[in-house]
């Protein structure tokens, strides 16, 4: 039982370019989701799903896309890299949204000049 | 707007000592709060959740402790060890948005043998 995994661990983009960023869950959870985290700062929601084929908007998802095409799997898309987008991302899964904890893979940092 | 506030931003203490961990937040109308711990580079790893019902949660020298109605969470680590060492977060739910967690920065805390 991995948990969350994230790949890659580490990336760094030229501005303008576009990358996915991997997460896959093998808890069989329904609710996923993508945080990131700046320096100093609280993890901000992207994007989140509550199941295979939905996913929604959190409190940040300007320059992202995500798919949810499998439970095990949620990608993150960023088109046309900006500085503002270097940042530690982190991708999250439950079993509900109310009752159960989110477990968190161990991030992927990112860095865009 | 939900905002989540952790005092103080960075605690050092001797090992063993017990300790407090300060976490407001501004609307009580949550679903669950959670702390974490995360290890430098790393990712989150959950220590307690406590449900809006109840009063605390404890997990070996850990006890969270939540007062909805004041806004406050506080996380005490009893027995401070070396290995306490990380930055502590909080987090809340509203239940909505799929349960996405508001968090707060953190603190850093550093047990000095």
């Known amino acids: 039982n991995a948990g969350v995994t994230q790949t890659p661990k580490f990336r760094i983009l030229k501005i303008g370019q576009s990358m996915t960023l991997q997460c896959t869950q093998d808890?069989?959870?329904?609710?996923m989701y993508w945080y990131r985290q700046d320096p100093g700062m609280g993890l901000k929601l992207i994007y989140y799903?509550?199941?295979?084929?939905?996913?929604d908007k959190g409190e940040v998802p300007n320059g992202y896309n995500v798919s949810r095409s499998t439970t095990e799997d949620f990608p993150l898309r960023l088109e046309l890299a900006a500085p503002s987008q270097t940042s530690v991302y982190f991708c999250?899964?439950?079993?509900?949204?109310?009752?159960?904890?989110?477990?968190f893979g161990p991030g992927t940092r990112l860095t865009v000049t | 707007k939900q905002e989540v506030t952790q005092i103080p931003a960075a605690l050092s203490v001797p090992e063993g000592e017990n300790l407090v961990l300060n976490c407001s937040f501004t609307?009580?109308?949550?679903?669950?709060l959670q702390w974490f711990r995360q290890d430098p580079g790393k990712g989150l790893t959950s220590l307690l959740l406590?449900?809006?019902?109840?009063r605390e949660q404890t997990s070996g020298r850990l006890n969270a402790s939540l007062d909805k109605s004041s806004g406050r969470s506080t996380l005490y680590i009893a027995a401070s060890q070396p290995g306490d060492s990380a930055t502590y977060l909080c987090?809340?739910?509203?239940?909505?948005?799929?349960?996405?967690?508001?968090f707060g920065q953190g603190t850093e805390l550093s047990v000095k043998p």
């Open positions: 799903s509550v199941g295979a084929g939905i996913t």
């Open positions: 406590i449900q809006s019902s109840q």
């Open positions: 987090a809340v739910s509203e239940g909505n948005q799929g349960g996405k967690l508001i």
């Open positions: 808890m069989n959870h329904n609710y």
């Open positions: 999250a899964s439950s079993r509900d949204s109310v009752v159960h904890e989110q477990y």
């Open positions: 609307d009580s109308a949550i679903y669950n």
